[in-house]
């Protein structure tokens, strides 16, 4: 008895030693939480933000990863200067994961209507294995006696550019620098840390005068895991209300509603349907995220703080360019001399 008691908590050690950044589950509410994605978007929308978001994974699984999350951003120093930070606990049967990060991001100028933004942060991660709660294992073995053993902590770095002109966004992050090298040392469990890069890319298209299009796509590669890729598209009607579909290559697919309350509240549901593997009958994932946007009067959510002004300013330019009235030059009179024969 006490031989298959050790060989469970050996397999949930031994499945939660590969951990990576891909151990936190694919979350959908970047769509209104850009921060959530990357912390090189803070301060993209222009305003102060904080988002708090909860996710549970495979619902019809006892013990299925649950997530809570909670982020927000502020700005330092006239539009350009950003720091931010997020905290992220996942719980999954006895295993919990906690990641705690701090970051800055600089806004640059390049042109009248784009920008580059720079971000950099760096992440705290703690595991910890709870075998009080855990099925059929005692508590005396003499592996689970040293909670050194049981637990682990890593930090990281990460580093992200972000090109945006007008609606077309286009970014690079690495949400990992480094890399662990050891998975376990002795009779240690050893949390690892494996290098993630991403590419990510968005358009907002108008329909019309009361409807717009969001268009999403996110590739994802960790080391020694597929690669993931997500495209997505949100229907927005009168910047208020929006749903949209998002699909995922592991073999998922989601579908977003949600609305801007009021005066900077948000608030959006998605629903992920698994499409193949264990995904197909796990029972789907819920995920409900909050957000807040300090000082927003305007009712367009999904437009940037500046975007209407910089418009407005251009259409004030070309109106000017096009009544532009050319001055009269006025040119010194020739006398008529009348000559007399």
Request: with cysteine; net charge positive.
């Amino acid at each position: 008895m006490k031989i298959i008691k050790l060989h469970s908590i050996l397999i949930c050690i031994f499945l939660g030693m590969t951990v990576s950044a891909q151990q936190f589950p694919h979350r959908t509410q970047y769509l209104i939480n850009p921060y959530s994605l990357t912390p090189a978007l803070a301060g993209f929308t222009g305003y102060n933000e904080l988002f708090m978001a909860y996710r549970n994974d495979w619902t019809r699984i006892t013990g299925s990863p649950r997530t809570f999350s909670a982020n927000g951003f502020g700005n330092i120093y006239q539009q350009k200067m950003w720091i931010g930070g997020e905290a992220v606990m996942d719980k999954t049967d006895i295993l919990s994961t906690f990641k705690l990060n701090a970051s800055y991001t600089y806004k640059l100028m390049v042109e009248d209507d784009q920008y580059l933004y720079f971000g950099f942060w760096g992440t705290y991660y703690q595991t910890t294995v709870n075998v009080g709660k855990g099925i059929g294992i005692d508590p005396n073995d003499p592996i689970l006696t040293d909670p050194a053993k049981m637990n682990s902590s890593a930090v990281n770095a990460g580093f992200g550019i972000h090109y945006n002109r007008d609606r077309f966004n286009l970014g690079f992050s690495i949400p990992s620098l480094f890399q662990s090298k050891d998975e376990y040392q002795g009779t240690a469990y050893k949390f690892k840390v494996q290098r993630e890069v991403m590419v990510y890319s968005s358009y907002l298209f108008d329909m019309g005068e009361l409807w717009q299009m969001q268009a999403y796509g996110v590739f994802r590669k960790t080391t020694n895991e597929p690669s993931i890729l997500e495209l997505s598209t949100l229907f927005i009607y009168q910047q208020q209300f929006w749903g949209g579909l998002m699909y995922r290559n592991s073999g998922a697919l989601a579908i977003n509603i949600g609305t801007h309350i009021t005066r900077g509240f948000v608030f959006n549901y998605s629903y992920e349907i698994g499409m193949s593997g264990i995904n197909q009958g796990s029972g789907g994932s819920h995920e409900f995220g909050i957000g807040y946007r300090f000082n927003m009067n305007d009712t367009k959510y999904f437009e940037k703080k500046d975007s209407n002004t910089s418009r407005s300013s251009k259409r004030k330019k070309s109106s000017k360019s096009r009544s532009r009235k050319y001055r009269q030059v006025a040119y010194p009179q020739l006398e008529d001399y009348n000559y007399k024969r």
